[in-house]
């Protein structure tokens, strides 16, 4: 199966769907034709009954929707779908990144990952993670004998990168429903592929929020989808545009992770693409994953750029017919040097191609009016609309502490009632020369009776609702008043003899 791409001297150069799972690359300058291409490429899938996934940078591709089967998506939920993702299948690793963590204090976020995971606390949102945090810190001396040393600082700097997150509106990222990728692998009644597209135009205002996202797709996608090795068709395609953000500033632990995750993706019948303004905002790691190439036109004004562009030019199968490091420099609007995968996976001679544009995408417009009917009448708007906020991390430990709060209470009044009925049944034996300071005596054995309470219970407030503790809250206080009673008795005996 395959799809025309556009021409190249009067024959058409084909992207073969069987190899399309072998990822791609589209490149090119500002202006050059890489939208148009992303839109020929999202038709040619969808016709073919591939599903398609874009993210939408520039706020231009709502136009495929006119005459393809679209979704619309936004993280936050005013132009589309909200794409919501829970704290722990983010996992430690992306928020690390997403909150640019040192290694140190991605090590304590990992302690709180691990602690919640024991406990049975589901980490869902912001809240719950906050909550978490705050509980490993009461309890570093316990854990930290665990899983090393825990440091407030640390968590401080966590904490205060949280609040940094959420003044910037990233709170809305996180929560359930989640995403469910699964909803993006679907065709219509006509066996078109579904194109879903994730609203980015604001997102890309922060940068880091829409680079982890998008690895957290990646990663999602990796986890879930079987193995399925080649395909006559991909399984789903996703385009990822401004790729190089998702490279950025990247540790080479993260970088290596993405590598792995392209290379091994492809095996479950998903293909990625990115799409960039040129090749080298991509590690060589990852771009030799990207087997199918179109690249527009790139600029040299520099010499590193020159070393860049004969670099791109050598990736090429070379074509004896024209110099390619010469026409990439050259190439008109909508043009682009192509090499895609021949049936055996070999990649072909570049060809100068000008881009084929379907003729139901030339000039094809939406309002915004039928982008806001196609969201509310989509299955998923009753699916996804509003948040679900069921109990958690945040409100287990919130309720362990107003609970056992309680419980100290109680017991802490419970002792100091019976200690001072001790002490009343003790002044009567007193002599009445020494009766002042043998009250002050027995007032001061009754307030330690009830801070002996009261710093047993405290000490094992949340640690015995949570199994941390042998012994249960109750015992402790009960033992803690039978201590306290006898210490009264002592002392008020000892003063009055």
């Known amino acids: 199966m395959t799809f025309t791409l556009g021409q190249a001297n009067g024959k058409n150069v084909e992207l073969n769907l069987g190899m399309a799972n072998r990822h791609g690359l589209i490149a090119g300058a500002s202006g050059t034709g890489k939208t148009t291409t992303m839109k020929a ?4 899938f969808s016709k073919n009954g591939v599903p398609c996934f ?31 993702v829970t704290i722990s299948s983010m996992g430690p690793t992306l928020l690390s990144r997403l909150l640019g963590l040192t290694d ?26 906050r909550a978490m945090l705050s509980y490993v810190n009461d309890n570093a001396s316990e854990f930290s004998s665990l899983y090393g040393n825990i440091s407030s600082a640390s968590v401080g700097v966590i904490q205060r990168s949280l609040l940094s997150f959420e003044q910037e509106g990233g709170t809305v990222l996180f929560g359930e429903p989640e995403l469910d990728i699964k909803d993006w692998m679907r065709t219509d009644t006509d066996g078109r592929g579904f194109i879903d597209i994730l609203e980015s135009s604001k997102l890309i205002q922060s940068p880091t929020v829409y680079a982890t996202f998008l690895l957290w797709l990646l990663s999602e996608l990796f986890e879930q989808l079987p193995e399925v090795g ?9 385009f990822f545009d401004e790729a190089h953000l998702l490279f950025d500033d990247a540790p080479k632990a993260l970088v290596q992770k993405i590598e792995q995750v392209v290379k091994l993706i492809r095996s479950k019948g998903v293909g990625v693409y990115f799409v960039t303004q040129a090749p080298s905002d991509i590690p060589d790691s990852v771009l030799a994953q990207l087997s199918n190439r179109i690249e527009h036109a790139l600029r040299a004004y520099t010499p590193s750029e020159q070393k860049f562009i004969k670099a791109a030019a050598a990736s090429f199968r070379a074509n004896p017919a024209f110099d390619t490091e010469e026409v990439l420099t050259s190439l008109g609007v909508g043009e682009a040097l192509v090499s895609v995968l021949d049936d055996a996976g070999i ?20 309002t915004r009016d039928e982008v806001d009917k196609k969201i509310v009448s989509s299955e998923f708007d009753l699916k996804y609309r509003e948040t679900v906020d069921r109990e958690s991390a945040f409100e287990i430990l919130e309720r362990a502490k107003a609970e056992l709060k309680k419980q100290e209470e109680q017991e802490a009044e419970e002792a100091s009632e019976k200690a001072v009925q001790t002490k009343e049944k003790a002044e009567p034996k007193a002599k009445k020369s020494s009766s002042y300071n043998r009250k002050s005596v027995a007032e001061k054995a009754v307030s330690n009776a009830a801070s002996s309470v009261a710093r047993s219970l405290s000490t094992n407030m949340i640690n015995s609702v949570l199994g941390g503790s042998k ?12 201590n306290a009673l006898s210490s009264v008795m002592r002392t008020a005996t000892n003063d009055i003899m």
Not at 41 to 44: I, K, P, Y
Not at 347 to 366: N, T
């Open 41 to 44: 490429l999202a038709a040619g």
């Open 104 to 129: 140190a204090q991605e090590g304590v976020l990992n302690v709180a990952f691990k602690v919640a995971d024991e406990h049975g606390l589901l980490l869902l949102d912001l809240k719950d993670l």
């Open 230 to 238: 080649d395909l006559d068709k991909p399984r789903m395609v996703f």
């Open 347 to 366: 990649p072909g001679i570049v060809e100068k191609v000008k881009i084929f544009c379907p003729e139901d995408l030339l000039g094809a417009k939406i």
């Open 471 to 482: 012994s249960s809250s109750k015992t402790i206080a009960k033992r803690a008043a039978s």
């Open 54 to 84: 874009f993210s939408d940078v520039k706020g231009d591709l709502d136009g495929v929707a006119a005459n393809y089967p679209v979704r619309f998506w936004d993280i936050f939920g005013e132009k589309g779908h909200p794409t919501r």
